[in-house]
């Protein structure tokens, strides 16, 4: 048996003072890592995981998987080899590796014949230990995609570790402030620069409904709704710059999330002090619900909406506090009108107060025995009715769908205009009003989703899905601060010359569990958060980037980049795509913006100026997808469209099906008409380029010329590689 190698004593003597400083050795074992150890055991389908710090004279495993025992001498230690690699330290076969096969770790138990670790190396760049696995059975391999998952899980690992390193710390320096926080009526909070919870003393538990130990060294995000989400951001950013945050000192009214979902008013004190090289923030937050309730009653008075004449929230939820509280059966309907904001945008405010009075009107003579009817605000209604059988609660909202569906008139004109209804009953939904409530807006979320003019009863099945797509929410802004999106490139040809002319930028998630995702497992909740522009400005600047570099080899090269919606929705879209065709040197008839048929659909006259301001810039606008949806022709005039792009479910099966190549030739023919460019996606075949050749389509992508590829590999294949 050899033995490990040994650093030199300076070096071994500074490792082990660092290690000392974590406090781990001979401490029990923690959830966080073991979660972390259990998920590499599932992910490698392996026998032993182990979280091993290494000591002077032995190894102690902090988290571990597999093994019975808790430490083994160093002398005999695997890891004491891996923490002295330059990366991964990989044995394939103990017994047939001369440095193992007389170990007694490979001789007797656990009978190591396969052992892989990755180094657990501190900021400061110290080798604490080893995230290792072991099997009983040699591998052959160990593939690049396992070295990145390891290394990931490592980091994960390392980062927790660290979190328990800087908490100790700061213990140190605050513990007279933690005794007077422990009695404090009001929720205190400590946070990192990187926005962890560090402190979280009694009165928050109760507040917030999180134990203390469930959200050390957490994101403070999982308290802060996303109705002030852009100012916590801001304050974090200040944070991660070393800057001062701007609330610091400062008293404000916003609101918090509690466990359970629901939000409370809150009023937040900051304050916030450095400690070594960083900054600590410190919040006092006070439940003020008493505080507007005494202030609401003020204005019962005016508990009817001014419009509509109908109740107005207050008024409703007042009494659907009273029904509940009585526990008396009872049914929400809740109603949001589809079209509204159409209607307001086009035909002006005036047409928009009639037609909400006009259903005010229809859901008094709909639902004359109701309990309460409201408007809660803008195009939102709700009907409560008494009694909670389902039968009748899908009755009724089948009536207010057909009422609402019947044509609205203003001056000589027809309002396109429909309902969406969520429906939830109590008790069998919820005997809580905020539960119930929420509960109705969960179905009628679903109603929109599955188009206009519809109603869903509530299922408990709906919630599960609205809280995994809330994890998945915060897990994507995670990723976007990781790193983790990148960007594909797909090239676009001319069907003529099969010259390379340009390529289209295309989103991926390299998730550290899963891989690489395509845009259709996230784009669409992605789209919808805070953080989309933000995504889209990044992305269209990677875009850019590339494309500068591309041009030197090709000129004329131009790149089409998807926008979000909360792009256009922004108004910053004009001035963004200014200041990142200045930063990269761009032309700007070198970009091609992609919008999808939703993006033009609902465009208003903020949208249609921006996209005007775009066009001449000399900057392309591409309808992408075009023939899948309902876009009329009015669009194509009214908005400066220069290029459609034919949507490759078109393009499958062209050859063979007459409908799809019915549907080509007119798009054909409409771009042609209109002076538009045009390009097919989705081209796999000779036969299909050869079609779209002849009948005058410019330009097509798809896997006949290549997959997307990273920028790298997209140069190497259809820039540098290919004479121009």
Request: aromatic fraction near 6%; hydrophobic fraction near 45%.
């Given at each position: 048996?050899?033995?490990?190698?040994?650093?030199?004593?300076?070096?071994?003597?500074?490792?082990?003072?660092?290690?000392a400083?974590?406090?781990?050795?001979?401490?029990?074992?923690?959830?966080d890592?073991?979660?972390?150890?259990?998920?590499?055991?599932?992910?490698?389908?392996?026998?032993?995981?182990l979280?091993?710090?290494?000591?002077?004279?032995?190894?102690?495993?902090?988290?571990?998987?597999?093994?019975?025992?808790c430490?083994?001498?160093?002398?005999?230690?695997?890891?004491?080899?891996?923490?002295?690699?330059d990366?991964?330290?990989?044995?394939s076969d103990?017994?047939?590796?001369?440095?193992?096969?007389?170990?007694?770790?490979?001789?007797?138990?656990?009978?190591?014949?396969?052992?892989?670790g990755?180094?657990?190396?501190?900021?400061?760049?110290?080798?604490?230990?080893?995230l290792?696995?072991?099997?009983?059975?040699?591998?052959?391999?160990?593939?690049?995609?396992?070295?990145?998952?390891?290394?990931d899980?490592?980091?994960?690992?390392?980062?927790?570790l660290?979190?328990?390193?800087?908490?100790?710390?700061?213990?140190?320096?605050?513990?007279?402030?933690?005794?007077?926080?422990?009695?404090?009526?009001?929720?205190?909070?400590c946070?990192?620069?990187?926005?962890?919870?560090?402190?979280?003393n009694?009165?928050?538990?109760r507040?917030?409904?999180?134990s203390?130990?469930?959200?050390?060294?957490?994101?403070?995000?999982?308290?802060?709704p996303?109705s002030?989400?852009?100012?916590?951001d801001?304050?974090?950013?200040?944070?991660?710059?070393?800057?001062?945050?701007?609330?610091?000192?400062?008293t404000?009214?916003?609101?918090g999330?509690?466990?359970d979902?629901?939000?409370?008013?809150?009023?937040?004190?900051?304050?916030?002090w450095?400690e070594?090289?960083?900054?600590?923030?410190?919040?006092?937050?006070?439940?003020?619900?008493?505080?507007?309730?005494?202030?609401?009653?003020?204005?019962?008075?005016a508990?009817?909406?001014?419009?509509?004449?109908?109740?107005?929230?207050?008024?409703?939820?007042?009494?659907?506090?009273?029904v509940?509280?009585?526990?008396?059966p009872a049914?929400?309907?809740?109603?949001?009108?589809?079209?509204f904001?159409?209607?307001?945008?086009?035909?002006?405010?005036?047409?928009?107060?009639?037609?909400?009075?006009?259903?005010?009107?229809?859901?008094?003579?709909?639902?004359?025995?109701?309990?309460?009817?409201a408007?809660?605000?803008?195009?939102?209604?709700?009907?409560?009715?008494?009694?909670?059988?389902?039968?009748?609660?899908?009755?009724?909202?089948?009536?207010l769908?057909?009422?609402?569906?019947?044509?609205?008139?203003?001056?000589?004109?027809?309002?396109?205009?429909?309902?969406?209804?969520?429906?939830?009953?109590s008790p069998?939904?919820s005997?809580?009003?905020?539960?119930?409530?929420?509960?109705a807006?969960?179905?009628?979320?679903?109603?929109?989703?599955?188009?206009?003019?519809?109603y869903?009863?509530?299922?408990?099945?709906?919630?599960?899905?609205?809280?995994?797509?809330?994890?998945?929410?915060r897990?994507?802004?995670?990723?976007?601060?990781?790193?983790?999106?990148?960007?594909f490139?797909?090239?676009?040809?001319?069907?003529?010359?099969?010259?390379?002319?340009?390529?289209?930028?295309?989103?991926?998630w390299?998730?550290?569990?899963?891989?690489?995702?395509?845009?259709?497992?996230?784009?669409?909740?992605?789209?919808?958060?805070?953080?989309?522009?933000?995504?889209g400005?990044?992305?269209?600047?990677?875009?850019c980037?590339a494309?500068?570099?591309?041009?030197?080899?090709?000129?004329?090269f131009?790149?089409?980049?998807?926008?979000?919606?909360?792009?256009?929705?922004?108004?910053?879209?004009?001035?963004?795509?200014?200041?990142?065709?200045?930063?990269?040197?761009l032309?700007?008839?070198?970009?091609?913006?992609?919008?999808?048929?939703?993006?033009?659909?609902?465009?208003?006259?903020?949208?249609?100026?921006s996209?005007?301001?775009?066009?001449?810039?000399?900057?392309?606008?591409?309808?992408?997808?075009?023939?899948?949806?309902?876009?009329?022709?009015?669009?194509l005039?009214?908005?400066?469209?220069?290029?459609?792009k034919?949507?490759?479910?078109?393009?499958?099966?062209?050859?063979?099906?007459?409908?799809?190549?019915?549907?080509?030739?007119?798009?054909?023919?409409?771009?042609?008409s209109?002076?538009?460019?045009?390009?097919a996606?989705?081209?796999?075949?000779e036969?299909?380029?050869?079609y779209?050749?002849?009948?005058?389509?410019?330009?097509?992508?798809?896997?006949?010329?290549?997959?997307p590829?990273?920028?790298?590999e997209?140069?190497?294949?259809?820039?540098?590689?290919e004479?121009?």
């Open positions: 048996m050899i033995l490990p190698p040994a650093l030199p004593p300076e070096a071994e003597a500074r490792r082990l003072a660092v290690l400083e974590y406090q781990l050795l001979n401490s029990d074992q923690n959830e890592l073991d979660r972390l150890t259990r998920l590499a055991a599932r992910l490698f389908h392996i026998p032993i995981v979280v091993s710090l290494v000591d002077h004279d032995r190894q102690f495993f902090k988290s571990r998987v597999g093994l019975d025992v430490e083994t001498i160093r002398d005999i230690s695997f890891c004491a080899h891996a923490i002295v690699a990366d991964i330290f990989v044995v103990a017994l047939a590796d001369p440095r193992f096969r007389e170990n007694p770790l490979v001789l007797g138990r656990p009978f190591i014949r396969f052992y892989a990755k180094p657990l190396v501190t900021p400061s760049g110290e080798r604490l230990g080893t290792c696995l072991i099997d009983d059975e040699p591998r052959d391999t160990f593939t690049p995609v396992d070295r990145a998952n390891l290394t899980i490592a980091a994960l690992v390392m980062d927790r660290e979190m328990r390193r800087l908490d100790r710390m700061r213990s140190i320096s605050q513990a007279r402030f933690e005794n007077i926080a422990a009695t404090s009526p009001d929720a205190i909070i946070s990192n620069t990187r926005g962890h919870i560090t402190f979280w009694h009165a928050a538990e507040l917030f409904g999180y203390a130990a469930e959200v050390d060294g957490s994101p403070l995000d999982l308290i802060v996303d002030w989400r852009r100012i916590y801001d304050e974090l950013s200040r944070l991660k710059n070393g800057d001062r945050p701007e609330l610091a000192g400062q404000i009214e916003l609101s999330l509690r466990r979902g629901s939000e409370f008013p809150a009023e937040l004190s900051l304050s916030a450095r070594s090289d960083s900054i600590s923030v410190g919040a006092i937050v006070r439940d003020i619900t008493d505080r507007r309730q005494h202030e609401s009653r003020l204005f019962r008075l508990s009817l909406d001014a419009l509509t004449g109908l109740p107005n929230r207050a008024a409703w939820r007042e009494r659907l506090d009273r509940l509280g009585d526990a008396q049914t929400v309907l809740l109603l949001d009108l589809d079209g904001k159409e209607v307001n945008d086009t035909l002006g405010h005036s047409a928009g107060d009639h037609a909400l009075i006009e259903v005010a009107s229809r859901l008094r003579n709909t639902c004359p025995d109701a309990v309460k009817l408007r809660l605000g803008g195009d939102e209604f709700v009907v409560l009715l008494e009694g909670d059988d389902p039968e009748v609660a899908c009755r009724t909202a089948a009536s769908v057909a009422s609402l569906a019947r044509p609205f008139e203003f001056a000589g004109q027809i309002l396109d205009l429909s309902a969406s209804i969520g429906v939830s009953i069998q939904h005997t809580v009003p905020d539960e119930l409530l929420g509960a807006d969960l179905a009628l979320y679903r109603a929109k989703a599955a188009g206009k003019g519809r869903e009863l509530f299922s408990p099945v709906f919630r599960e899905v609205a809280v995994a797509r809330r994890a998945f929410a897990e994507l802004r995670i990723a976007f601060e990781h790193g983790e999106f990148e960007m490139y797909q090239a676009q040809v001319d069907t003529i010359t099969r010259r390379v002319t340009g390529a289209e930028a295309l989103m991926r390299r998730h550290p569990q899963r891989g690489l995702l395509s845009p259709a497992s996230f784009i669409d909740v992605l789209s919808e958060k805070p953080s989309a522009p933000a995504v400005e990044w992305a269209l600047r990677q875009a980037e494309a500068v570099s591309w041009g030197l080899h090709r000129p004329n131009h790149i089409g980049v998807n926008l979000f919606s909360a792009q256009l929705r922004s108004g910053q879209l004009v001035a963004t795509i200014e200041r990142v065709l200045s930063d990269t040197g032309p700007a008839a070198s970009l091609e913006l992609e919008l999808v048929e939703n993006i033009l659909l609902r465009s208003d006259d903020t949208t249609a100026k996209l005007h301001a775009l066009r001449d810039m000399g900057v392309g606008l591409a309808f992408d997808d075009y023939g899948t949806g309902y876009a009329s022709l009015s669009l005039k009214r908005l400066p469209v220069t290029r459609l034919i949507d490759r479910s078109f393009i499958r099966n062209l050859i063979q099906d007459q409908g799809d190549a019915a549907v080509v030739n007119a798009i054909l023919y409409l771009g042609r209109f002076g538009l460019h045009l390009i996606e989705g081209v796999e075949t036969a299909q380029l050869a779209l050749a002849e009948r005058g389509c410019g330009e097509v992508q798809g896997y006949l010329f290549g997959r590829l990273p920028r790298e997209f140069a190497t294949k259809h820039v540098v590689g004479a121009p």
